[in-house]
């Protein structure tokens, strides 16, 4: 059974810097590419950053280059989004996701398995 699992979310103040972690089992870790997905209240599923299975490429949303950098530590199935400068419009819901193959993608449908989510609040 595949299970993803997000940690590190919670309340920042604007300016900010969290780390999220996604902690995974039940796949062949290397063979997947992570994805880190987010929804705020009301608003459509945004694709943010995406990884390679080699973690050598990495893929991120305009809106937030420059601020997000997303790695992996195959050793410990866990992939990692180091979120600084947080904006009150990064407050969301975040989850991460994997999918089969190599093929890099901001797109939702693109992964095949998906974790619970961690909350982000960005709120002074």
């Known amino acids: 059974q595949v299970q993803l699992v997000e940690s590190g979310g919670g309340l920042v103040q604007p300016g900010g810097s969290l780390t999220l972690s996604c902690a995974a089992s039940?796949?062949?870790?290397?063979?997947?590419?992570i994805g880190w997905f987010r929804q705020a209240s009301g608003k459509e599923r945004e694709g943010v950053s995406c990884i390679s299975t080699s973690d050598r490429v990495t893929k991120h949303a305009d809106s937030v280059k420059g601020r997000f950098t997303i790695s992996r530590d195959n050793a410990k199935n866990t992939v990692y989004l180091q979120m600084i400068s947080l904006k009150p419009e990064d407050t969301a819901v975040y989850y991460c996701?994997?999918?089969?193959?190599?093929?890099?993608?901001?797109?939702?449908?693109?992964?095949?398995?998906w974790g619970q989510g961690t909350q982000v609040t960005v709120s002074s």
């Open positions: 039940g796949l062949t870790w290397d063979t997947y590419v």
């Open positions: 996701a994997a999918g089969r193959g190599r093929y890099l993608s901001l797109a939702g449908q693109r992964y095949d398995y």
